[in-house]
């Protein structure tokens, strides 16, 4: 049987379809090879110069360089905020430490800590040894800060029982120095006494000897008031030991979170 | 009976200095530790010794007198007492405090010296009268 000519109505006259199905099917075959071979075989010749091809890819010099630019002058850098991290050490000369901030820190200067402004999961925490002080950033819940297993070692506790004992000394210094000047005071009164009475002796010989006797009195009291003042020594030198440990066990506590921030 | 005179002189204002240097140091180490008050008392009872010495009445009425063995057995006692205050008082390891200098630590040393140096002053004038004397 032989194939008639299709004839549509939108295309007639313009597309013949063959008659042969044997023809219809190597022409698409035909078609669908050429469309792969054709590139490949041409490609490289007729559409890339080898030349071009071989120089790397780069944008164009402008022809005149005082062409302004389109978008405008570039505005300042903005500045590099330093990544915090805990584990990380400062010493005090460092210019990308954080700022002690006092009204914000608790401690002094020498031994404290305070939650970073730039970060409210890390602290700083700092401490002074013989050298210089030394800063260090630990998290929130770090063991240097908040001792771990054993609260009384960690910087909370430590820093809040130094100020403690700061305020302590600083009272009883003053009630000490209250006693030794009561008693340079009732001294100062045994000798303005005695210095009277070693003129009335050669003026008025009986009268030295009532002034006298208010010069041993004074003299008995001003050693009342130094009893007073060395019982407040002795206070105030166990304050100072107290003060010394706290600061030794800060300094330990920093050096031991050291070295297990720093250990991967 | 010159001599005499003018030895009591000098020893009736080298006490009067004792006095108001151990009034003047007092003041001072009142008013460093922050008491006002007992400060300013001790000081003006200091500048009344001051104006007592300056003016010299009280010194030139006595200086005529001779000293009798009593006077000069109370000043060597006072003597003694001055010593007393500045070996009590004086503490070299109080001049700084929690890290910061600490200034009655300081006032404290200063009229600590000052004590011994007018003790002895004074040791030597009773010495030499009493020397004198014998």
Redo the contacts between chains.
């Keep these: 049987m032989l194939d008639l000519p299709t004839h549509t109505s939108g295309l007639e006259g313009v597309l013949v379809m063959p008659k042969s199905t044997e023809l219809r099917n190597a022409m698409t075959v035909l078609l669908a090879v050429s469309m792969l071979a054709g590139p490949l075989a041409l490609g490289p010749t007729v559409f890339v110069h080898r030349a071009s091809a071989a120089t790397p890819f780069q944008t164009l010099a402008p022809q005149d360089p005082s062409l302004p630019t389109a978008v405008g002058d570039v505005g300042p850098l903005p500045t590099a905020i330093p990544t915090l991290y805990p584990g990380q050490s400062f010493e005090e000369a460092d210019a990308g430490r954080p700022t002690v901030d006092q009204t914000a820190m608790e401690g002094d200067l ?1 031994f404290g800590f305070q939650r970073l402004a730039e970060n409210p999961d890390l602290y700083m925490v700092w401490m002074t040894d013989e050298a210089r002080t030394h800063y260090m950033i630990v998290r929130a819940d770090s063991d240097v800060l908040t001792g771990g297993l054993d609260p009384e070692s960690g910087f909370l506790f430590l820093v809040r029982e130094r100020d403690r004992v ?1 305020g302590e ?2 009272t009883t ?2 009630n000490r ?2 006693y ?2 009561s ?3 009732f ?2 009164g ?3 006494s ?2 009277v ?3 009335l ?3 008025a ?1 009986p009268a ?1 000897v009532v002034f ?1 006797g208010i ?1 041993g009195g004074a ?1 008995w009291a001003g050693r009342g008031q ?1 009893t007073n003042a060395e019982i407040q020594q002795n206070t105030l030198e166990a304050l100072q030991r107290q003060l010394v440990d706290y600061q030794g066990d800060l300094r330990q506590g920093f050096l031991i979170g050291q070295a297990m921030e720093s250990t991967p | 009976m010159e001599a005499a005179r003018s030895t009591t002189y000098r020893l ?1 204002m080298l ?1 009067l200095i ?2 108001i240097w ?2 003047l ?2 003041a001072a ?2 008013f460093a ?3 006002v008050v ?1 400060g300013a008392i ?1 000081f003006a009872v200091s500048l009344a010794l001051i104006a007592l010495a300056v003016e010299g009445r009280v010194v030139r009425l ?1 200086e005529g ?4 063995s ?3 057995l ?2 060597a ?2 003597a003694l ?2 010593v ?2 500045g070996v ?2 004086l503490r070299f390891n109080e001049t700084s ?3 910061e200098v600490y200034l ?1 630590g300081i006032i404290t040393i200063v009229r600590a010296a000052g004590e011994f140096v007018l003790a002895s002053v004074l040791i030597w004038e009773v010495g030499r009268l009493a020397l004198s004397k014998a």
Excluded: C, Y
Aim: charged fraction near 15%; proline fraction near 3%.
């Design positions: 020498q700061h000394i600083l210094v003053t120095d209250t030794k000047s008693a340079r005071d001294r100062w045994a000798v303005g005695l210095v009475a070693g003129i002796a050669f003026v010989p030295a006298i010069a003299f130094d | 009736l006490l004792i006095l151990f009034g140091g007092n180490f009142s530790i922050g008491k007992g001790e006595l007198r001779r000293l009798n009593l006077s000069l109370v000043f006692v006072a007492v001055l007393f205050d009590e008082s405090l929690l890290g009655p």
